[in-house]
């Protein structure tokens, strides 16, 4: 069982910055991804950064350009740089953890943490 424990979420005015990180317990596989999710309410939930464990990344359209995903000094370690923020980013943004084993495939979340972007 993974636990993903996230940090770094707040309040910052339109045009700020904030750094979002996610650590998960265990061991990291060569085969997981590593990755953010946001959702506001009525919305479904949408991909906003993931990378692997070779550093292969992949953006949501909204946000190329803006924010930049990339690894720690330790593997299991994440973190989501989002300059430029705009009231459009204000969303709970939920880092997950997808691996694939020879046997099943998992889906890891975890709790969620708060961005709210003022104009």
């Known amino acids: 069982q993974v636990q993903l424990v996230e940090s770094g979420g707040g309040l910052v005015q339109a045009g700020g910055s904030l750094r979002l990180s996610c650590t998960a317990s265990g061991r990291i596989v060569t085969t997981d991804t590593m990755g953010w999710y946001r959702q506001t309410p009525g919305k479904q939930r949408e991909l906003v950064a993931t990378i692997t464990t070779v550093g292969r990344t992949n953006y949501g359209d909204s946000v190329k350009g803006r924010f930049t995903i990339f690894r720690g000094n330790s593997e299991n370690t994440v973190y989501l740089q989002m300059n430029s923020l705009q009231p459009e980013d204000t969303a709970v943004y939920y880092c997950?953890?997808?691996?694939?084993?020879?046997?099943?495939?998992?889906?890891?979340w975890g709790q969620g943490t708060q961005v709210t972007v003022s104009s």
């Open positions: 997950n953890l997808y691996r694939i084993t020879i046997l099943q495939k998992y889906d890891y």
